[in-house]
């Protein structure tokens, strides 16, 4: 555990280097559902979450208060309850008052409802169609804003659904909605996208990261599951692609984007945003970035100091 809680913190120092200022800790994977109550299956997740916090709190610049995310329920489980939800917030508000210093917690909570990260991929590589509980977004939500000040709750694995869904997610109360995978779609199966760059990356990732795949899987699961993780060895090449090439995956990516910000209402927005929101510049530390400076003794912002963990 203390392996992976070492990585995790040089991971969010990376990002916190890199001038990522909103970070999600997903600790559901380590929900204990065999334990008898609530209490003690949320207790690893309310545990590490609040133990990240005080890291992020700690290496966060003095200008600015990261937003934070946690998670109760492993996308892809069982749907989250409004019991999970308050046993969480509960339980880890309270281990952060333990830690002193008057640590500001999550900003919002991602639940599960019925999806999984990315859609559930079928034999054939297709996405299976999933149905999202949307009362359970409505009324979670209500009781993260009215009980905790949260912003609501967050929606994962949205990319791959309908596009009537996206309608109801603004209307239920959904704070944040993700939907990366449904744009790496796009960009990997658009008509765009050079179809001898693409088998290369298939290779790659078959060659590279056959420890991934679980038994019985196809191999259109299997690439579908691992494509993402190309981008970082292949960026380069990606990057180099013809104008042409990028002009027209933007134009797929733009029409797409046009259609998710009208149905998910945040079209004409600045001035809320603007009435709320406080933007300052924050110097960024290149050679930190470059680097990929670590927590293990290491600086992310020399005023802060150190943390030798």
Partial sequence: KEKEIAELKDWITRAVNAGFYNIDID??????????????????????????TEFIRDIEPDMATISIGGEIGEVGGKNSTEEELRTFMDNYLSTLARMGNNMKGISKMSIQTGT???????PDG?????KVDFDTIERLSSVARKSYGLAGVVQHGASTLPDDAFDLFQKRG??????????????????YFPDNLKQE???????NMAKERKEGETDEQFIYKTRKKAFGPFKQRIW?????IKDGIRQEMEERFALLFSKLKVINTHDIAAKWANPINIPSKLENEIAGVGSEGKKVREEKGERGE
Avoid: C, W
């Fill in 126 to 130: 297709t996405i299976a169609k999933v």
């Fill in 174 to 191: 959904a704070a944040e909605v993700h939907l990366a995978t449904g744009f790496q779609n796009m960009i990997y199966d658009g008509k």
């Fill in 116 to 122: 999984s990260h990315g859609g559930v991929v079928l």
């Fill in 27 to 52: 600790a559901s994977t380590v929900v204990d559902l065999s334990k008898g109550n609530v209490i003690e299956q949320q207790r690893p997740n309310f545990e590490v979450t609040a133990q990240l």
């Fill in 201 to 207: 990356i298939y290779k790659y990732l078959k060659d």
């Fill in 240 to 244: 180099d692609l013809s104008q042409s």
